[in-house]
């Protein structure tokens, strides 16, 4: 295998309970990973104790409101309550020794155009920008079906307009598959990739069944083209970290199993010699 200076996470479920986050992490380190990407707006006492319990690390937080109240609705109270979301995750991340935030930072919708969302989320990032640079938190975007930002190099035009090195992108490979090929949205974005998200994706799924049921398919047994994705990481030089976050769960099978499977084949995926 090839060694490579790129640790797995795991990201936590949404809207996990208080009671559960010890156990979560307990799971998490027991199946091998290394750290885990916690969410805006948790527990931050029992977080700290899981954390400094299991001896993980906390790389990324992921905002917890981007999707309610997204930073491109046409309200202004919406978008101040996601910036005020924003501004929470921020800060957990600092006390959680994070270095990033993923942020969705727009939804397009029938209501909201293509250039509004664009306007909106960039003026509502650039408040929290002066918290991100006193926090030493970077913001990273992240690539899903928002129907936003659709090309990679609309992607760096979005990024370098911030002129601000606490900008940057979290890259979901899964969720490029269906309309590009990961490697060369890793290409074009290079040193602005922050962190990974590692999820598998079928063409044949998709087509044959519905849209998002190409997500329903196993690690490596995808169209994601793992040898491809290694060499497009290796070629920009990427050291940082890669968090699962697989969208299938087989029946029949418990937590602490479906971990294990998910960081064996992160370690094949991970491991993988680039072609």
Not at 2 to 29: C, E, Q, V, W
Request: net charge neutral; aromatic share 8%; proline share 5%.
């Amino acid at each position: 295998m090839t060694r490579r200076n790129i640790r797995k996470a795991m990201m936590l479920p949404a809207a996990l309970p208080t009671a559960a986050i010890a156990g979560r992490f307990r799971l998490i380190k027991a199946a091998g990973f290394e750290g885990l990407e916690a969410r805006g707006g948790m527990n931050q006492e029992a977080v700290l104790k899981a954390r400094d319990e299991t001896g993980l690390l906390i790389p990324s937080v992921c905002c917890e409101t981007h999707w309610t109240h997204p930073l491109s609705d046409p309200d202004p109270a919406v978008r101040a309550k996601g910036l005020a979301g924003l501004e929470t995750a921020l800060r957990d991340a600092q006390v959680y020794g994070a270095t990033s935030v993923l942020l969705v930072p727009a939804v397009v919708t029938e209501q909201v155009s293509y250039d509004a969302a664009y306007a909106r989320s960039q003026a509502e990032i650039r408040k929290a920008l002066p918290s991100a640079e006193k926090l030493g938190v970077k913001i990273a975007i992240e690539n899903v079906w928002n129907r936003f930002l659709l090309s990679p190099l609309e992607a760096v035009r979005y990024v370098d307009e911030f002129s601000s090195p606490m900008v940057g992108w979290h890259f979901d490979v899964g969720n490029v598959v269906t309309y590009g090929w990961p490697e060369q949205w890793i290409r074009t974005l290079g040193k602005r990739i922050l962190k990974l998200h590692i999820k598998e994706y079928s063409r044949q799924k998709q087509e044959n069944e519905a849209f998002k049921k190409g997500f329903d398919v196993e690690y490596l047994q995808g169209d994601n083209d793992w040898p491809a994705v290694m060499k497009a990481l290796d070629e920009i030089a990427y050291q940082g970290w890669a968090i699962a976050e697989p969208a299938f769960h087989p029946s029949g099978i418990g937590q602490a199993e479906r971990l294990r499977q998910i960081a064996g084949k992160m370690d094949v995926i991970l491991g993988m010699a680039g072609r």
